[in-house]
């Protein structure tokens, strides 16, 4: 089905939805570029392990080190359709360094049966990517271990080592080769989530380093018992890796998922802004339902229009019980469409509104009937950075609008909706 179609049936009037929506989408990241974003601060081991929170050192420019000669790298077989990223390669690489005999094995039966046998993506706070995360299962000899690797955004606070956990040794924060500040830990626990240990106990143990340039790097790992196949010098000496740090400022690069995810929460961010409480809307009219905004939103039927230099997504939006389908399209470069921004001769069928921004943008806003009735506007904006973008509203079968065409207008012309890097 095209999105021409799509538009055609996205119609009708919105009875009073119970529905009481409370979600928000997450405010858009305070920089547009996936390279300039900070770090984020302490977690925890998971199933009660310790925080690994660690002191950030500002004022210095994300850079990466020199990548060593490569070793003989030992990469896990991908999952059906699963294709891995830099950052998946760089952590494959590393670990064949630290850990030479190191296997990456298949989830046995327990909490990660099924899974492959290294996933990763993105975390994300409401639609807005995070954080790296990947994780899988290895073994070094007879010792089995589940390995995670995030590297976060966003900061956050950071904690110091407890001194019940100083005492114990279960905590140890000191300076690195280049200054980043390194903690390490481990944990007993119980074994809640793969049930194999002969004791009833886990050991995982944790590593965690901050650069100089602000770069957080943790990896942990869970034990399968009480001996995990790896140590913490080994952890720390993985996120230390020349092919970990050469990605880690940007670990996101080269993962469209990722990608589309941070382009989406920026634009539903500004959809918000511009219209309080819109909603998405479910159904197939024409009556419809009111349901989460990101929900419904995509780019299904038209995944190739998705590169790096141009983004589409479309997705049903209601507000005050009227329903309409939007799309974003967004572009820069060559896939920038030719001509000016204006409204050329009169034309029956359609109404023309050519203008300025206030950033210094050529915008044009061009409404479109069919039978006697208006079903769609478009806004067409051209900035002086080179981006070009179309945000198009679908009405209602009685011609109504979910959103007037300042907000439609206030949406095109927000500098967030944008592409990343460039």
């Known amino acids: 089905m095209s999105y021409r179609v799509i538009f055609d049936e996205a119609v009708g009037e919105v009875p009073p939805s119970a529905i009481d929506l409370d979600r928000v989408i997450a405010r858009q990241r305070r920089r547009l570029r996936l390279r300039r974003l900070t770090v984020a601060g302490a977690a925890a081991v998971a199933v009660g392990a310790i925080a690994i929170g660690a002191a950030v050192t500002g004022g210095h420019q994300r850079t990466a080190p020199p990548v060593a000669p490569s070793p003989t790298v030992r990469v896990p077989p991908p999952g059906q359709g699963q294709t891995f990223t830099p950052t998946d390669h760089a952590i494959f690489e590393a670990m064949s360094r630290v850990a030479p005999d190191l296997e990456w094995i298949r989830q046995g039966s327990g909490g990660w049966e099924g899974e492959a046998v290294w996933s990763s993506g993105t975390g994300t706070r409401g639609y807005t990517p995070i954080a790296y995360m990947g994780h899988g299962r290895v073994r070094v000899g007879d010792l089995i271990g589940r390995l995670s690797v995030d590297i976060p955004l966003d900061s956050q606070p950071d904690y110091p080592c407890l001194s019940e956990q100083a005492s114990k040794a279960a905590c140890a924060i000191r300076t690195g080769p280049a200054g980043e500040t390194i903690r390490t830990g481990s944990a007993r626990n119980p074994d809640f989530m793969v049930k194999r240990s002969p004791t009833g106990f886990t050991v995982d143990r944790s590593a965690r380093v901050t650069r100089r340039d602000g770069v957080t790097i943790e990896v942990r790992l869970m034990g399968e018992d009480e001996k995990p196949p790896l140590t913490e010098e080994q952890l720390v000496a993985l996120a230390l890796d020349p092919a970990v740090a050469a990605v880690a400022a940007d670990p996101l690069r080269g993962d469209e998922r990722a990608r589309r995810q941070l382009i989406d929460s920026w634009v539903l961010a500004a959809i918000q802004r511009q219209a309080p409480g819109v909603t998405g809307a479910e159904g197939k009219g024409p009556v419809f339902g009111a349901n989460d905004l990101g929900a419904g939103w995509s780019d299904r039927g038209a995944e190739n229009r998705n590169t790096t230099d141009t983004y589409w997504g479309y997705g049903r939006v209601m507000v005050e019980r009227v329903a309409g389908l939007m799309s974003v399209d967004i572009r820069r470069g060559d896939a920038v469409p030719a001509g000016e921004l204006g409204c050329g001769e009169p034309d029956p069928t ?50 109504a609008f979910p959103m007037s065409p300042a907000r439609q207008l206030g949406i095109a012309l927000d500098p967030t909706v944008t592409l990343p890097g460039g």
Do not use: F, H, M
């Open 350 to 399: 359609r109404t023309c509104e050519a203008g300025a921004g206030p950033r210094g943008e050529r915008y044009r806003t061009t409404t479109i009937r069919r039978d006697g009735a208006t079903v769609e506007r478009q806004i067409e904006v051209r900035r002086s950075d080179g981006i070009w973008l179309r945000v198009t509203l679908a009405s209602n079968v009685k011609g």
